[in-house]
């Protein structure tokens, strides 16, 4: 027996020792879970737990040059539900109901339906923020407001075409918020509530708030001074001509930054439901094409310039008109410009001195430079919408075709096309692939994501050829049909355009589209304004008349905002008595008494204030005044 | 024989420690099923308590009735339980909860025979190593036991209850090799239950599949994998030191049954690792205070109960920890002392009982 005992009490011993190891692998196993899987294990539990609202991620802030905030966002809650946790479910379908204008039996599925979270849509998605007050008043169980927001368009329908817009779920649809979608595009989030297995919320718990992550920033190479600039002008001019459309373009030659761009008629991104696809589709300056009329006479002297077929002081007799192959086409000038030099051929904008250099020129040189400058070709500008332009194919250009391409007439090109090539014509040579995207951005921090550079595209015309065509479309504008764009102080150069519109291969009476393209300062261009406006009615339709005058608005307040500064050296402007204003030079009165002030015979003093010293005048010193105005002069007491 | 007339006081007090725990913690796991099922939150506060109630009054009663006359009514006892555990299978008697027709009752009252079979088969076993000890080296006898037991199991299995049956077996092999047996016979034993284990999966090679899914539980999150992840759920968020008392989230419907099979789950959620490790000192401080009373008992028929009933409790224990942590496959057992339910509780604390009489007899060495 005490050797059975003996056995025994070893094996007890030994169970003892096994005892005490295997609660040691317990406890191992359970610090395992613990400190090494735990926090993994924590999260899918806290999935399992919690049900999400899901949260928008908010856009990117759009931006122009300047870091001006252009578009941003406005809180616009939306509603979610919880139905198992809804308790009193007719009562708030009917809330719902009146509150999100949706009929009740729509609301009650809404409040009924089997699901861990029902979002309402659309009503219930991005209400306003007086409806989100009467839900948060009631306070119904179940019922959550999720912080959704909507895009914000600090200038209401300003470079709507530009910018685009999005969906109901932010989504760009149209223009820069759908080119740069995956940039602009916030990560979503979530609101998350515990809940038991059955849905119901565990009342103990606060929520998770998942915040969502806001896109990137972009910032465009828009300056929205001169984007306002050109809006303005345009809404002017609709008042005053109530054209059937219009279109500005305003970009940086030197590179192929655009400044601004507008299209009229426009639409309120915010409420594109209640316009026409027609209209927030076309970005008339990129999706325009016609037949450019004038302005396309830069090209065809650029390209004769560059081959030498005619110098500016060579002379050219006008009759009015040219025989070509038979047929007789006319100068825009009954009875034409008679004799005159290559300058004044593009001064005049005579149609017979380009369907000259066209001749000499010949078919195959003439367009092989339409070709270089970018036409018939998308310029590749990263918007939507852009169009080619038609170009003659060369093995269809017959003598007739040549003569009109020559002056404008028979190519169909786009408003950016002619403005690049016009760029090239004047910047040294160089045509730019034009862009609005400066660089990318994160939010917070400004780090640079990416950055656009300019992309010169090729050389179409050499340095001297370039230095050419600024003196001679600044002698346009100081001598020429553009004398309407002339700005005292400001080196103006431009051209004139006066498209016929054609329908049917017929072109229309009294209907065209005139335009003006105009440069400054012509030494050194900084920027190139377009504009054309289609059809202006109580007016004689030429841009010389009606577009030149705009442009010349448009330089006169865009030069001073982006810091050019007045020069004294420019070409003179050539007086045509009883047509052209004169301006002359205002004296220095500041500071001088009011009954000894010189005597004026261009123009009269205006009074302001009690006193006998000038203390202030209006224009200042230096400045010129047309003929017969007014100088306003503030006088105060010693 | 000495006689020192004291029960040992310190599995006294672990005792009525791990039963507190339990009727705390109980009410804490159940609390949102109570509300949810009866619209009270404390049904099964109430109930473990006054099962707790009747089970200590009953271990005080036992612990004081000399253990010898379950020696001498060994046969009688468990063939009185056998008994039971037969008529339960009979439809009208038996009452099938949770699948298993493991229930006699009588109005609200009811007990699960397979239970009782625990300490009937540990008397019996202890009654025959302690008279027949030196012809346990004799293969003819071990298989005769053996038979027994098996025999048991197979009712059992009948309900089916496989994790009581499993542990009368595990208890009755463990018994038998500190009882001296031969360890040869251990590893024919090993091969035997090895070779089962093949033929059930050459004959369904998908249960190898369930069995270890407790492995990789979310291979199969939805069917085998379900209730150690849920488990896991509970755990691994309350950290050190757990989400607080009452705070669990996985009561809420997540885990299945948080005051029975999972309860320890429960209890890590809500006091943490510290909580939880506290608890399995607490057992081994129980069960190594009751292998000594077993090892100081002063003849082989005390030290085979004390030795049985332990056992029993141990690997109940193992398991449902083994469980809860993902450690084995799920089985059904219940953890002594904190689980909720009655016959539980009450053969675990009659059990006690029974081993603090033993320790009223002990040797000095």
């Not at chain 1, 294990?41 to 001006?68: F, H, M």
């Not at chain 1, 849905?199 to 190479?221: E, H, Q, R, V």
């Not at chain 1, 303005?232 to 001019?237: C, K, P, Q, S």
């Not at chain 2, 006359?69 to 555990?85: D, E, G, H, Q």
Request: with cysteine; charged share 20%.
């Amino acid at each position: 027996m005490n050797d059975f005992i003996f056995i025994m009490q070893k094996r007890l011993k030994f169970l003892m020792i096994l005892f005490s190891a295997l609660v040691i692998v317990l406890i191992f196993r359970l610090s395992f879970i613990q400190f090494v899987n735990g926090s993994d294990i924590t999260n899918r539990a806290i999935n399992l737990w919690s049900r999400n609202i899901p949260v928008e991620g908010q856009r990117g802030t759009i931006y122009d040059r300047n870091g001006k905030p252009i578009v941003n966002n406005k809180l616009a809650p939306s509603v979610a539900l919880i139905p198992r946790q809804v308790e009193k479910k007719e009562e708030v379908a009917k809330f719902l109901s009146e509150v999100l204008s949706i009929s009740y039996e729509d609301s009650y599925k809404h409040v009924t339906k089997n699901v861990n979270v029902e979002l309402i849509k659309p009503k219930g998605k991005k209400i306003t923020l007086d409806q989100a007050k009467q839900i948060i008043n009631k306070n119904y169980k179940g019922v959550y407001l999720v912080g959704d927001t909507v895009r914000n368009y600090l200038y209401d329908s300003y470079l709507a075409h530009v910018l685009g817009f999005v969906g109901i779920d932010n989504q760009g649809i149209t223009g820069i918020e759908y080119m740069y979608e995956d940039y602009l595009m916030g990560e979503g989030g979530a609101s998350k509530y515990f809940t038991d297995a059955k849905g119901y919320s565990l009342s103990n718990l606060y929520g998770i708030y998942d915040a969502p992550s806001k896109g990137m920033d972009i910032y465009l190479t828009i300056d929205i001074e001169l984007q306002i600039l050109l809006e303005r002008v345009l809404e002017n001019a609709n008042a005053r001509y109530r054209p059937d459309q219009m279109l500005g373009l305003i970009m940086n030659p030197k590179n192929g930054e655009i400044y601004a761009m507008a299209s009229y008629p426009s639409y309120n991104p915010a409420e594109y439901q209640n316009y026409d696809q027609e209209i927030y589709n076309r970005n008339l300056p990129i999706w325009m094409s016609y037949e450019p009329g004038s302005t396309f006479k830069i090209i065809t002297y650029s390209a004769g310039i560059e081959e030498g077929v005619f110098k500016l002081d060579e002379h050219f007799y006008d009759p009015g008109y040219t025989m070509v192959d038979g047929t007789r086409i006319k100068d825009w000038k009954a009875g034409g410009h008679g004799d005159q030099t290559f300058l004044e051929v593009i001064q005049n904008s005579c149609n017979p001195g380009f369907m000259e250099i066209g001749r000499r020129l010949g078919t195959e040189r003439l367009f092989d430079y339409i070709d270089r400058y970018g036409f018939g070709k998308k310029t590749g500008v990263d918007l939507l919408g852009e169009s080619s332009g038609i170009v003659f194919d060369v093995e269809d250009v017959g003598p007739v075709e040549l003569a009109t391409s020559s002056f404008g007439q028979g190519n169909s090109v786009t408003p950016i096309q002619l403005v690049t090539a016009t760029s090239a014509a004047i910047n040294g040579g160089l045509l730019y692939q034009p862009y609005v995207l400066k660089d990318i951005r994160m939010p917070i921090t400004n780090e640079l994501i990416y950055e656009s550079t300019p992309k010169e595209v090729r050389r179409v015309i050499s340095e001297e050829t370039s230095d050419v065509m600024r003196y001679a479309l600044e002698s346009v504008v100081a001598r020429g049909t553009g004398r309407n764009a002339f700005i005292d102080g400001y080196r103006v150069g431009g051209k004139t355009g006066t498209a016929q519109k054609a329908v049917n291969g017929v072109y229309l009476e009294n209907n065209y589209i005139v335009s003006f393209i105009g440069a400054a300062p012509m030494n050194d261009p900084e920027l190139v304004v377009y504009f054309a406006i289609d059809n202006p009615k109580d007016t004689i339709q030429y841009g010389g008349v009606v577009a030149a005058p705009i442009v010349k608005e448009i330089l006169k307040e865009a030069l001073p905002i982006l810091g050019i500064n007045r020069q004294d050296n420019q070409i003179e402007k050539v007086y045509r008595w009883g047509m052209d204003l004169r301006y002359h030079p205002v004296p220095d009165l500041i500071g001088k008494k009011k009954n000894k002030l010189p005597y004026q015979i261009y123009y009269k003093y205006e009074f302001f204030g009690e006193g006998e010293v000038v203390k202030y005048q209006s224009p200042s010193p230096g400045e010129k005044v047309v003929e017969g105005g007014m100088i306003l002069v503030y006088l105060g007491k010693e | 024989m000495g006689e020192s007339g004291k029960i040992n006081t310190l599995l006294f007090v672990t005792t009525l420690l791990l039963t507190f725990i339990g009727v705390v913690m109980v009410y804490s796991a159940s609390q949102v099923w109570a509300q949810f099922k009866y619209n009270n939150e404390y049904y099964y506060l109430w109930r473990q308590l006054i099962f707790a109630g009747i089970g200590i009054i009953g271990m005080i009663f036992i612990s004081k009735i000399d253990y010898h006359l379950y020696r001498n009514n060994a046969s009688k006892i468990f063939l009185f339980v056998f008994f039971l555990l037969i008529i339960v299978l009979i439809p009208g008697i038996g009452i099938i909860r949770g699948g298993a027709r493991s229930w006699i009752g009588i109005g609200s009252f009811s007990l699960q025979p397979s239970e009782f079979m625990k300490i009937a088969c540990i008397i019996l076993l202890s009654k025959y190593l302690s008279d027949y000890y030196k012809d346990m080296k004799k293969p003819k006898y071990i298989i005769m036991l053996l038979g027994v037991i098996i025999l048991v199991f197979g009712v059992i299995m009948l309900q089916p209850d496989f994790g009581t049956g499993m542990i009368i077996i595990a208890t009755a092999i463990l018994i038998l090799f500190v009882s001296g047996v031969n360890l040869s016979y251990f590893l024919y034993l090993g091969l035997a239950g090895a070779g089962g284990i093949v033929l059930l999966i050459i004959s369904a090679p998908y249960r190898l599949q369930r069995i270890f899914a407790y492995l990789d539980p979310w291979s199969d999150p939805l069917g085998a994998g379900f209730q150690i992840i849920q488990s896991l759920y509970a755990i691994a968020p309350g950290g050190v030191f757990g989400v607080g008392f009452g705070n669990s989230i996985q009561k809420s419907f997540y885990l299945p049954e948080p005051q029975t099979d999972f309860i320890f789950a429960i209890i890590l959620e809500e006091l943490g690792f510290i909580g939880g490790v506290a608890i399995i000192i607490l057992y081994l401080i129980f069960l190594l205070t009751s292998l000594k009373i077993s090892y100081h008992a002063v003849d082989l028929f005390g030290k085979f109960l004390a030795l049985g009933i332990t056992l029993t409790i141990f690997i109940q224990f193992f398991i449902n920890i083994g469980v809860v942590i993902g450690l084995l496959p799920v089985t059904g057992v219940t953890l002594p002392f904190l689980s909720y339910g009655g016959s539980s509780l009450a053969v675990t604390l009659l059990g006690v009982g029974i081993i603090l009489n033993v320790s009223k007899y002990q040797h000095d060495d």
